[in-house]
Every structure is written in C-alpha cells, then in structure tokens.
T-cell receptor, first 110, second 116 residues
Framework: RKEVEQDPGPFNVPEGATVAFNCTYS??????FFWYRQDCRKEPKLLMS???SGNEDGRFTAQLNRASQYISLLIRDSKLSDSATYLC???????????FGTGTRLQVFP | NAGVTQTPKFRVLKTGQSMTLLCAQD?????MYWYRQDPGMGLRLIHY???????AKGEVPDGYNVSRLKKQNFLLGLESAAPSQTSVYFC???????????????FGPGTRLTVL
C-alpha cells in the first residue's frame, strides 16, 4: 500500500460547483498534513496546512480524520483559476521528510 | 526577494556525463531539499539538509550526491548520468522542520533534465 494515496482524477466540474478530494495515508505516526497546489509545469505551492480540528481559508476547507487516516479538501464556488493538481502531503512524526501523494487533477470549465 | 532559484532550467545529457544542479534561497532557511518528479510517481525526496554543512539521504538517493557548504546553497550532483535519471528536479527550502511551526516548503521552478 502506498504511504499516501489520492484519486488521480481528473475531476471535471463547472464553475460555481463544490468539489471534494480525499487522501488516505498509511502511517499512523503521521503528524503534519498539508495540501499543496501544482499548476501544469510549475512548482508546487502550499495551499493550506490541515489541523486536527479542521480549518477553512476562504472557499477552501480542510479536514483530518485520524481514526480513518484520511484528510480531505473541499472547494466551494469553484473558479476557472482553481484548475490545477492538488497534492496531499504528509509528514511522518519524528522525521524531517514529507511524503507527497501523486495528486488529484481538477479541471473547472465555464 | 527571489525566493528559491534553480539553475539550469533545462539540460540534456548523454549517458555517463556528469552535472551539478544549483539551488539557492535568500530566505535564510535552515532546511533544504531535493526532489524528483516523474509521471505517476509524485515528488520523491532525493537528499535533504537540516543546516549548513549537513546532508542526509531521502527516499531515492542512489546515483546522486549533494553538498551544503553555504546556508543559502544546496547542490545536487549526478556523477554518471543514466536514462533513469530523466526527470524534473525541484529544490525546496523551509525555515523549520515539517513538524515545526514555520514549516511551509518553498519550491524553486524546477530543472527539466533529459538523459539520452
């Protein structure tokens, strides 16, 4: 089983739609969780960290479920500019390393 | 404030040739990382450094060496390039460890390397 697994998509949604991605992780010692965004042929950029109590940043909501070992990202009122690949990223506790998922591709159409 | 820069942006090598990729950051970050990204594989950590003069192996270190002689620079070397090293290489830096408070990793624009 991969350490971090994501549905590769693509998720094709119309503008204004709500879309959610899940990501599962295998190591129960995982401590820190992130969503990064990567545009085509560009570098990844931090979208948001994921906190135990869940957190929101504008149209984006991230949640963590430690019992089931998954994190989620909800995007409301999708914009064309949200089209990108969303990377689920996990840090194993006690290490200096991040484990990246292969990404979920989102395409928002007019 | 340039952030994280990488040179070169593109390179084509022949099998057996050597090269060095340079990563520079101007944010006074302690932590620096080298990743490779291949289709369907996600980013994989090659080597990383937790401070000037220190380096450590990541997930896929074979065939690569690194050096961190200055805090702002992190060099990735390929001594004898192989076609399996064709990839996009990203450098990243962060102020603290992934479990720390200021843990955002800032990435450079990438180097696209092809080994023939």
């Amino acid at each position: 089983r991969k350490e971090v697994e994501q549905d590769p998509g693509p998720f094709n949604v119309p503008e204004g739609a709500t879309v959610a991605f899940n990501c599962t992780y295998s190591n129960s010692a995982s401590q820190s969780f992130f969503w990064y965004r990567q545009d085509c042929r560009k570098e990844p950029k931090l979208l948001m960290s994921v906190y135990s109590s869940g957190n929101e940043d504008g149209r984006f909501t991230a949640q963590l479920n430690r019992a089931s070992q998954y994190i989620s990202l909800l995007i409301r009122d999708s914009k064309l500019s949200d089209s990108a690949t969303y990377l689920c990223v996990v840090n194993i506790g006690g290490t200096d390393k991040l484990i990246f998922g292969t990404g979920t591709r989102l395409q928002v159409f007019p | 404030n340039a952030g994280v820069t990488q040179t070169p942006k593109f390179r084509v090598l022949k099998t057996g040739q050597s090269m060095t990729l340079l990563c520079a950051q101007d944010m006074n970050h302690e932590y620096m990382y080298w990743y490779r990204q291949d289709p369907g594989m996600g980013l994989r950590l090659i080597h990383y450094s937790v401070g000037e003069g220190t380096t450590a192996k990541g997930e896929v270190p074979d065939g690569y060496n690194v050096s961190r002689l200055k805090k702002q620079n992190f060099l990735l070397g390929l001594e004898s390039a192989a076609p399996s090293q064709t990839s996009v290489y990203f450098c990243a830096s962060s102020y603290s460890a992934p479990s720390g408070v200021y843990n955002e990793q800032f990435f450079g624009p990438g180097t696209r390397l092809t080994v023939l």
